[in-house]
């Protein structure tokens, strides 16, 4: 567990289902995606379980609420002897913005992947993500390549 100024980052927990499941609705919509009841039922199940291959899940609490979650995974580099680590999933409540809360959540998984020997962390944001952008050109470094996927 960390915390900066009153922003409390923590593993996330079977109670927080409910408030998770709000705050990861709001970041797929905010990506205009949306995911079946089945992938929200696995995707905690996984956030929840100790198998290190699978996704981990820390969140953010502001006055006892949930307002922000990071999702992350550790996966093999063909580069690199270590794992690297992939953020995948960033969301802080957009009334809590301004008070810590992504960077908070970042700085997390970069103790996590220190801790667990990852040399790096890397995540992807769309190009019109202006506002979390600000944030990442602060505390990361931009990069040339461009995502392509299977069509």
Avoid at 131 to 141: E, F, P, S, V
Wanted: glycine letters at 8%.
């Amino acid at each position: 567990m960390s915390q900066t100024n009153d922003v409390v980052v923590r593993a996330l927990r079977g109670e927080d289902e409910e408030q998770w499941r709000a705050l990861w609705t709001e970041y797929l919509t905010f990506y205009e995606s949306s995911v079946s009841e089945e992938v929200y039922q696995s995707s905690f199940a996984r956030l929840l379980g100790n198998d290190p291959q699978d996704f981990h899940g820390l969140v953010a609490e502001l006055d006892g609420k949930l307002v922000g979650l990071v999702h992350y995974v550790f996966h093999r580099h063909g580069w690199k002897i270590e794992n690297v680590c992939y953020l995948q999933d960033l969301y802080a409540d957009p009334f809590a913005r301004g008070r810590g809360v992504g960077r908070a959540l970042i700085e997390a998984v970069y103790a996590a992947a220190d801790k667990a020997g990852a040399p790096s962390v890397y995540w992807m944001t769309q190009e019109f993500n202006h506002t979390a952008r600000q944030l990442y050109d602060r505390i990361g470094t931009v990069t040339p390549f461009i995502k392509y996927q299977r069509s």
